[in-house]
């Protein structure tokens, strides 16, 4: 199976959704997200589980992306190469490794 570029970056959304629901990290993030919540939404603890893992997962492809611009920005004179999604993908899966544990109790 040849992974393109698009088939990556799909991969690492999956990866990054994963971390933001079963991440130990949750705990952390439930405090900040009940202040940085919408009005809109009420402030029940469903709400507030579901905008933590938003944000959990976001971070994990914030955090994840950095290395792979950093790849992407040294590896100039090949712009179409799969490399850099290669080292998001690999970022990302060492971000969700602490939650793991956490997917089958």
Do not use: C, K
Request: aromatic share 10%; glycine share 4%.
């Amino acid at each position: 199976m040849i992974f393109d570029r698009h088939m990556l970056f799909t991969l690492v959304v999956g990866i990054a959704v994963v971390n933001g629901i079963f991440s130990p990290y949750l705990n952390v993030a439930v405090p900040i997200t009940a202040v940085l919540m919408p009005e809109v939404f009420p402030r029940n603890p469903h709400w507030v589980l579901f905008f933590s893992s938003i944000l959990v997962a976001s971070a994990t492809l914030l955090f994840a992306g950095v290395p792979a611009a950093i790849h992407e920005r040294m590896q100039a004179d090949a712009p179409d190469s799969t490399g850099p999604m290669w080292t998001w993908l690999t970022v990302a899966t060492l971000l969700t490794l602490p939650a793991l544990p956490n997917i089958a109790p």
